[in-house]
Structure formats: structure tokens, C-alpha cells
């Protein structure tokens, strides 16, 4: 089973950047469609923003225009950049195919606060 493993959270002030990184065991992000998944405390986990196979991108309304996914294939990396943060944005953020399988990787926090 390929494994993921996210990284690049922390604490940022509001409007400010973050850019995450998620890894692959595995060859899968030039095989599948993946996304960003993120979910705050006490609400379900949401899906953010995905990229196909081929390139295509699409966001949920909360992030569009602020956020940024892509990936590099030959490196097994994909990315979230992340532009004027704010404060509803600190969730813990995961990678994952889309639709998701069943393994879920630790996830990286990101929190929004002045």
C-alpha cells in the first residue's frame, strides 16, 4: 500500500503563507487523481483541492483563489501552497487519493493566529 506522508504546517499569522508538501512510497500521483483534505476540530474532514492525472485542478469555494495544488511526479511530491491564510483555515491538512482510500497519514497542523 503506497503511503503518504504530509509536512510544511505551523503557525502563521492571518495573511500570511505556508506551502505543504506530500510525499509518495509510491508512483501514484501520475497514475490518480489526488487532493487536500483538512479537518478542524469538531468538524468532519473536507476536501480542499485536487489535481487529476493529468494536471487539472479544481478548489472548494473556501480556498479558491488563495490556495495553490500541484505536483511533481518525478520527484512522488505533491503541494499546497497556500496564500492570505486566515484564521478558519487552521485545520490538520492531509493528503489522499481522490476519491480517498482508507489510510489516512498523519496529517500536518496548520494554525492561523495572530
Known amino acids: 500500500q503506497v503511503q503518504l506522508v504530509e509536512s510544511g504546517g505551523g503557525l502563521v499569522q492571518p495573511g500570511g503563507s505556508l506551502r505543504l508538501s506530500c510525499v509518495a512510497s509510491g508512483s501514484i500521483f501520475s497514475i490518480y487523481a489526488v487532493g487536500w483534505y483538512r479537518q478542524a476540530p469538531g468538524n468532519q474532514r473536507e476536501l480542499v483541492a485536487t489535481?487529476?492525472?493529468?494536471?487539472?485542478?479544481n478548489y472548494s469555494d473556501s480556498v479558491k483563489g488563495r490556495f495553490t495544488i500541484s505536483k511533481d511526479n518525478a520527484k512522488r511530491t505533491m503541494y499546497l501552497q497556500m496564500n492570505s491564510l486566515k484564521p478558519e483555515d487552521t485545520a490538520v491538512y492531509y493528503c489522499?487519493?481522490?476519491?480517498?482510500?482508507?489510510?489516512w497519514g498523519q496529517g500536518t497542523q496548520v494554525t492561523v493566529s495572530s
Open positions: 489522499n487519493g481522490n476519491p480517498p482510500t482508507t489510510y
Open positions: 489535481i487529476t492525472s493529468s494536471g487539472i485542478t
